[in-house]
């Protein structure tokens, strides 16, 4: 291992195969950012909208 670019190489791929499984939730978890961020934006809107909402009402 006295080759500086084989070394890299080999970390390369050594760190390739371990994050490579993970890489198949980004497409869940940039999803699961877009739809939280939504929610807040909504929730805010809401908010400013229609006021501050009354939890009294809602209880039975």
């Known amino acids: ?4 670019i084989l070394t890299i190489i080999l970390i390369t791929f050594l760190l390739l195969l371990v ?3 993970f ?3 980004a497409p869940l978890l940039l999803m699961v950012l877009i739809l939280g961020v939504g929610w807040a934006v909504w929730l805010l809107l809401q ?13 039975t």
Not at 1 to 4: E, G, Q
Not at 48 to 57: I, K, N, P, Q
């Open 1 to 4: 291992m006295n080759n500086p």
């Open 19 to 21: 994050l490579a499984p």
């Open 23 to 25: 890489a198949g939730l």
């Open 47 to 59: 908010t400013l909208v229609f006021g501050a909402a009354d939890s009294s009402s809602d209880r």
